[in-house]
């Protein structure tokens, strides 16, 4: 998710110049991209918080729905770079994804197994996603 949001910083003057971001929206954009990173990493905590499966589905939302929009917008961003050229770099792009999907929970069954409980990995994701949005900020 950090990547993802990331991204939107430097991209934001190409789109203040080729689609005619004014500053002001372009103020309402940055603001509106850092309560998402905000809502993603407190969502993580809600199953910590809340006992039960409306939690976790609640957290699956916010946060999966994060994801595919990064994912959208990283593949139509590739378009626009890299031109005849994008398959090249979305290729490269979907194992990038896929590695933090492979390398985050090999982490967590880590931290699971020598803490003794799942709410000490959504409390060390959630920090850090909370560390990333005040950096990027």
Known sequence: MGIGRFAFTPILPMMQEDAGVSIAMGGWLASSNYLGYLLGA???MWPVV???IA???IAALFVGGTFM???MVGMQEARDVAGTHATGLMAALTPAFALGQIVGPVI???VVAASGSFSVAL???SAVLVVSAYELS
């Open 42 to 44: 407190l969502s993580v």
């Open 50 to 52: 809340w006992s039960g």
């Open 69 to 71: 929009v990064i994912t």
């Open 108 to 110: 967590v069954s880590y």
């Open 55 to 57: 939690a976790i589905m």
């Open 123 to 125: 409390m060390i994701a």
